[in-house]
């Protein structure tokens, strides 16, 4: 049985944009994740709804996401390749 070598890269050999891809893509995934989190304050302090409507209108935005993969599931599994069994990846 032979050791298998681990390759010597290092990460000055990574490309500048490379770099510049990754940064604004994690940039882009922490606003993603702090806009939801965000809303219901920004809804009841600066716009001043009340608390009740601020979670109406988060209960309707969590029951469009949930029906949306739901169809969008059906759909998927409905195309006679099958979306949803990796035939694009």
């Known amino acids: 049985m032979t050791a298998v070598t681990k390759p010597n890269y290092?990460?000055?050999?990574?490309?500048?944009?490379?770099?510049?891809?990754?940064?604004?893509?994690?940039?882009?995934?922490?606003?993603?994740?702090?806009i939801p989190a965000l809303l219901p304050?920004?809804?009841?302090?600066?716009?001043?709804?009340?608390?009740?409507?601020?979670?109406v209108i988060e209960g309707i935005a969590e029951a469009t996401a949930s029906v949306t993969n739901v169809l969008s599931g059906a759909w998927g599994f409905s195309w006679p390749c099958g979306l949803s069994s990796g035939a694009w990846s």
Not at 11 to 24: C, M, R, S, T
Not at 41 to 55: D, N
């Open 41 to 55: 304050v920004y809804l009841v302090t600066v716009l001043g709804t009340s608390m009740v409507t601020a979670g």
């Open 10 to 34: 290092s990460l000055q050999e990574i490309p500048g944009g490379v770099w510049a891809l990754d940064f604004v893509s994690m940039l882009m995934d922490v606003s993603s994740k702090m």
